[in-house]
T-cell receptor
Framework: AQKITQTQPGMFVQEKEAVTLDCTYD???????LFWYKQPSSGEMIFLIY??????QNATEGRYSLNFQKARKSANLVISASQLGDSAMYFC????????????FGKGTMLLVSP | DADVTQTPRNRITKTGKRIMLECSQT?????MYWYRQDPGLGLRLIYY???????NKGEISDGYSVSRQAQAKFSLSLESAIPNQTALYFC????????????FGPGTRLLVL
């Protein structure tokens, strides 16, 4: 079974609107972390936001927030007020203590922001 | 200056050649990683190292080897390159505390003919 599932191969959003990118995960480890990365067309991987499994509050970083629903094992990324520069590939990843803290990535969602 | 650097940024080589991809970091992190990215497959872990004397295989280590020359340097070698090793290769580093967030280098685009 896949540990990280991103069911949306592509998403479209208009500039200034909010968009949610889905991520579900599968683990039996009580201690884990969830990450989102952005990969623009230039290719680099940019860290956006982190949520720990024991964190009580949803993580936020500027226009990015993580909608963490532990019981449902979902960690959706919400981008508010989309900008043209948000057009990129977005990857969800998980770190598990039982896996020596290495990262497992989903296959990504391509986001296109239109004017 | 970038915290994690990779050389070369682009490389074209022929089947059977040995090549080395290098990674250096100035973040002072103990942990370093090598990933490859193929279209539609996300990133997959090749090798990781938690300190100079600790090297571990990842999900897809066959056909690759690594060397951790110092805390700040981690090299990936393809002993005999083959066309299906054509990919985008990333080096990453992380601290051992807190979120252990991994920070990535700019990537190396490798084409094996």
């Amino acid at each position: 079974a896949q540990k990280i599932t991103q069911t949306q191969p592509g998403m479209f959003v208009q500039e200034k609107e909010a968009v949610t990118l889905d991520c579900t995960y599968d683990t039996s480890d009580p201690s884990y972390g969830l990450f989102w990365y952005k990969q623009p067309s230039s290719g680099e991987m940019i860290f956006l936001i982190y949520q720990g499994s024991y964190d009580q509050q949803n993580a936020t970083e500027g226009r990015y927030s993580l909608n963490f629903q532990k019981a449902r094992k979902s960690a959706n990324l919400v981008i508010s007020a989309s900008q043209l520069g948000d057009s990129a590939m977005y990857f969800c990843a998980m770190r598990e203590r039982s896996e020596y803290s290495t990262l497992t990535f989903g296959k990504g969602t391509m986001l296109l922001v239109s004017p | 200056d970038a915290d994690v650097t990779q050389t070369p940024r682009n490389r074209i080589t022929k089947t059977g050649k040995r090549i080395m991809l290098e990674c250096s970091q100035t973040k002072g992190h103990d942990r370093m990683y090598w990933y490859r990215q193929d279209p539609g497959l996300g990133l997959r872990l090749i090798y990781y190292s938690f300190d100079v004397k600790d090297i571990n295989k990842g999900e897809i280590s066959d056909g690759y080897s690594v060397s951790r020359q110092a805390q700040a340097k981690f090299s990936l070698s393809l002993e005999s390159a083959i066309p299906n090793q054509t990919a985008l290769y990333f080096c990453a580093t992380s601290d051992r505390t807190g979120a252990e967030t991994q920070y990535f280098g700019p990537g190396t685009r490798l084409l094996v003919l």
